[in-house]
Nanobody
């Protein structure tokens, strides 16, 4: 069973930065896609960003230009650098990983709270 361990959440003021990390229990090369979703109170879970095994990245419009996703193959981690945080970024952030042919894996979530 694959485990995804997230870290780096916390409380920050608007305009500040946080860095989330996700460490899978297996080699990062096993996963075709790794990324992040988030879920705010009372809202549906929404996709935030992903990075493919080849390094291709993509972002939701709401975070484009403020968030950067990256993968560190040597450290076997995927990170999400979040800058210029807004109160509307407050949510539980979930790391996810996809593996061929149809595996989906999720982390337990880490809370990010942005105060105004």
């Amino acid at each position: 069973q694959v485990h995804l361990v997230e870290s780096g959440g916390g409380l920050v003021q608007a305009g500040g930065s946080l860095r989330l990390s996700c460490a899978p229990s297996e080699s990062i090369f096993r996963f075709t896609i790794m990324g992040w979703y988030r879920q705010a109170p009372g809202k549906q879970r929404e996709w935030v960003a992903f990075v493919s095994v080849s390094g291709t990245t993509n972002y939701a419009d709401s975070v484009k230009g403020r968030f950067t996703i990256s993968r560190d193959n040597a450290k076997n981690t995927v990170s999400l650098q979040m800058n210029s945080l807004k109160p509307e970024d407050t949510a539980v952030y979930y790391c996810y990983a996809e593996a061929w042919p149809s595996e989906d894996h999720w982390g337990q979530g880490t809370q990010v709270t942005v105060s105004s």
